[in-house]
């Protein structure tokens, strides 16, 4: 679904910005700007312990927003989640082998049964305990 993938790489939280797509045959092409950055081993000796967390910071506040939308990168690596000195921005890139899972409405369905089926356990948990409190203060 394109609003899915269009909220997803919408170019917040780190994650590189989608332009646009197209499919040539059995092949999809997503289009993505260009991103001037430092090559990873040019300040990677440089890194003090408040970049290191700085940098850690950006890469966790990228894979959690891809996890949000239930999206696994599964190619994390320097080459990967770029950094640019001169803008001070950190950018996750090449989704070529992350893996979108789509909920269909069937595990909806399930998964909003258990959590109400939880919480009338819950419900009834709550109660007997509340008895049970006031038959021993009896």
């Known amino acids: 679904p394109y609003s899915f993938i269009d909220q997803l790489l919408s170019g917040k939280c780190n994650v590189v910005p989608l332009l646009?797509?197209?499919?040539?045959?059995?092949q999809v092409t997503l289009v993505m700007p260009y991103f001037s950055h430092d090559s990873f081993k040019?300040?990677?000796t440089t890194m003090d312990a408040v970049w290191i967390k700085k940098y850690m910071r950006a890469l966790l506040t990228a894979l959690e927003h891809l996890h949000v939308h239930k999206v696994m990168h599964r190619d994390i690596k320097p080459g990967n989640f770029l950094y640019s000195r001169r803008t001070d921005q950190f950018?996750?890139?090449d989704f070529g082998?992350?893996?979108?899972q789509l909920e269909d409405e069937e595990e909806q369905q399930t998964k909003k049964r258990k959590r109400e089926d939880d919480e009338?356990?819950?419900?009834?948990s709550a109660k007997r305990q509340k008895l049970s409190s006031s038959q021993s203060q009896s």
């Open 20 to 26: 646009g797509g197209f499919r040539d045959g059995g």
């Open 120 to 124: 009338e356990e819950a419900a009834r």
């Open 97 to 100: 082998l992350a893996h979108f």
């Open 42 to 44: 040019d300040f990677m």
């Open 91 to 93: 950018l996750l890139v």
